[in-house]
């Protein structure tokens, strides 16, 4: 899923983000009913594409495909106005079985989500939680500090995408139940 990029001409979705954080494969197990999905929009009328449902797939997904099924999806749309974010992010549901675990209250809230994705797999990981980092400051108003935090001891990073070589696509969620 993804719009369109600055720049104008052909694109294909594969690897995800070929032009800043316009979403492309972006294959993350915990995108599932229910997910609220963030891009940012570089033109006018965004111009959104879906496609690619997975039905399985592993974090990490390793090789060419997941469990590739046909889907018919209900999509609702939103612009934020005045909100900068650099690459995909997500309030997600839980959708891991160690989210499972969690008390009922907390999974209510779901999950924050963010991403980077790139040719570095650290350099990815420092930008799914410096764009963590920020969601946080904005949205709960917390300190860089009590950020960074909370990404430590609350966090969890994932690999989500080995196979779009040279791009590796990684993801930080965070419960928003801490914050009730």
Same mark, same amino acid.
């Given at each position: =899923? ?7 001409? =052909? ?43 997975? =039905?399985?797939?592993?974090?990490? !997904? ?45 999974? !209510? ?21 410096? !764009? ?49």
């Amino acid at each position: =899923m993804g719009v369109a990029p600055l720049r104008r001409g =052909m694109y294909r979705t594969f690897p995800p983000d070929v032009s800043g954080g316009m979403g492309g494969n972006t294959d993350i197990r915990q995108l599932v009913k229910g997910a609220r999905v963030q891009l940012p929009v570089y033109v006018p009328g965004a111009m959104f594409s879906a496609g690619d449902g997975h =039905m399985a797939q592993g974090d990490g !997904e390793v090789t060419g495909t997941a469990v590739e099924t046909l889907m018919s999806v209900t999509l609702r749309f939103a612009l934020h106005r005045h909100t900068v974010i650099a690459s995909t992010r997500a309030v997600v549901p839980a959708a891991d079985p160690t989210q499972l675990a969690m008390p009922a209250q907390m999974l !209510e809230q779901g999950y924050y989500q963010t991403t980077g994705t790139g040719p570095d797999l650290m350099e990815n990981a420092k930008t799914a939680v410096r !764009e963590m980092v920020d969601w946080l400051v904005q949205d709960q108003r917390v300190s860089l500090h009590e950020a960074y935090a909370l990404c430590s001891v609350a966090g969890d990073l994932k690999i989500n995408e080995t196979v779009d070589l040279p791009k590796w696509l990684v993801s930080m969620t965070l419960p928003r139940g801490i914050f009730s």
